[in-house]
């Protein structure tokens, strides 16, 4: 999940945290860095990492995955099959490793007809207009773009999870104010027109809460 940079900056101009500036740095740019070195970590917890295990936790939104076509397809309507997943052109969407939609679909056993790969969601969701290729993407990123730039989404005859995301850090960060001012900072961001995860004033919990 990625978190608008003008949404914190409209929040506070600065945060600095033991003399140190907040950063906010892409997923794989974080990788180069021990995960204790990181303030917070978003991450779902469908994707098993052994390091984040041991680390304090709360659930930020749930989101389902949906199907995404140009609205003028002219091969697919309402549903998409399986069959036609498997042969139209598709964008494939990676970066450290694969999505979960498509770690399920490979775990089906179809066969993605990849024609073009980009490491994020919205890049992926913008190479459709105009052409015959599908993506699987999450349903509320498709509400704030897709209409707007002439996509639909249809129905996937093929069950996937609903994708969960949590914020991580490492416990000992737990009683510290000003991280704690974070972690409220960003529930407070995504429970914003998202139902799926009412916001709690009292702030996320103390220690660690697994997230299963």
């Known amino acids: 999940m990625r978190l608008r940079r003008s949404a914190i900056r409209s929040t506070v101009p600065l945060l600095v945290r033991d003399g140190r500036r907040m950063v906010l740095t892409p997923f794989a740019e974080s990788l180069v860095q021990p995960v204790t070195e990181i303030d917070l970590v978003i991450w779902p917890p469908m994707i098993q990492d052994k390091e984040l295990e041991t680390f304090s936790s709360a659930m930020l939104f749930t989101d389902e995955f949906v199907a995404v076509v140009d609205q003028d397809h002219p091969e697919v309507g309402d549903v998409l099959t399986s069959d036609q997943l498997c042969t139209l052109p598709y964008v494939q969407i990676g970066g450290p490793q694969p999505t979960i939609a498509d770690t399920v679909l490979t775990q089906l056993g179809l066969p993605l007809r990849a024609v073009a790969a980009t490491d994020n969601f919205t890049n992926a969701t913008c190479l459709l207009p105009g052409t015959r290729t599908v993506a699987v993407i999450q349903r509320r990123l498709f509400d704030q773009l897709g209409p707007s730039i ?30 704690r001012w974070l972690r409220e900072q960003v529930l407070r961001l995504c429970a914003t027109g998202l139902p799926d995860r009412p916001h709690d004033d009292t702030g996320p919990p103390r220690g660690a809460r697994p997230d299963r």
């Not at 002439?150 to 104010?177: F, K, Q």
């Open 150 to 179: 002439g996509l639909r989404t249809v129905a996937l005859d093929v069950p996937l999870p609903r994708l969960v995301e949590s914020m991580y850090w490492h416990p000992r960060n737990t009683v510290d104010p000003t991280h």
